[in-house]
């Protein structure tokens, strides 16, 4: 298997693990705390997710094809933190909540290791099935 391969799977998994993580966190943050804790849990969800997107694309440039302007690089994460300090500064969204949605990257990065740790050194699971 190939480390490209072996890549887009992992990346794979990371991103259904974030959102699963992300769904659940909202559903959660509904019952618990009410809309505006969900709204935020899934905004910084949605931020992490195209964070997720934007890195893994800038591996796949770094891994054979042209590296990106570094100008293109702070424009990505300047668009981040311009729309998560626009959400936290004008909106009635709770930032603790905003940044917890932000951890799920994190939450579903830490999955894929343990997911790593079992089954690759293992070899018991096809990495195709998930």
Known sequence: MTDELEFARAGLRIERFLISAA?????LAAVAAGWKW???????????????????????????????SSFSLALRFFLLGGSAYAILRFSPIPAVAVIA???????????????????????TLDHQDL
Do not use: C, D
């Open 23 to 27: 769904l659940a966190g909202t559903a």
């Open 38 to 68: 969900a709204a935020g849990f899934l905004a910084g969800s949605a931020i992490a997710w195209v964070n997720l997107r934007w890195l893994m694309r800038l591996v796949r440039k770094l891994g054979g094809q042209a590296a990106p």
């Open 101 to 123: 949605g932000i951890f799920v990257l994190i939450a579903a990065v830490f999955v894929e290791i343990v997911f790593e740790l079992v089954y690759a050194r293992k070899r």
